[in-house]
């Protein structure tokens, strides 16, 4: 089926910068929503950042203006360049995708998780 095959996680310093990368295999079709949610230990899964292929975006309020999500449609490839990195935002980073717009979330493709660590 459908695999989200994710890089760019690792240990960084705060106000330092990563960019993860996201690239769904497996699957011809454009996929209507991809982006990244977050879970830190001890909280829910969050979102972080979405887009759809058509540019629409959904940014958490506490990453905006720091993260940047981007994406090349033809490729079914998503990017989050993350900015200025604060302690907090420590959690394993989650792609997601959804197929098309009404498609059930509990049916969304879900990545493996990269930890993202940020610590001096």
């Known amino acids: 089926q459908v695999q989200l095959v994710e890089s760019g996680g690792g240990l960084v310093q705060p106000g330092g910068s990563l960019r993860l990368s996201c690239s769904a295999v497996g699957s011809t079709a454009s996929i209507y929503s991809m982006g990244w949610y977050r879970q830190a230990p001890g909280k829910q899964r969050e979102l972080v950042a979405t887009?759809?292929?058509?540019?629409?975006?959904n940014y958490a309020d506490s990453v905006k203006g720091r993260f940047t999500i981007s994406r090349d449609n033809a490729k079914n490839t998503v990017y989050l360049q993350m900015n200025s990195l604060k302690p907090e935002d420590t959690a394993v980073y989650y792609c997601?995708?959804?197929?098309?717009?009404?498609?059930?979330?509990?049916?969304?493709?879900w990545g493996q998780g990269t930890q993202v660590t940020v610590s001096s």
């Open positions: 887009m759809t292929s058509d540019t629409s975006l």
């Open positions: 997601n995708g959804r197929p098309w717009r009404w498609w059930p979330p509990s049916r969304d493709y």
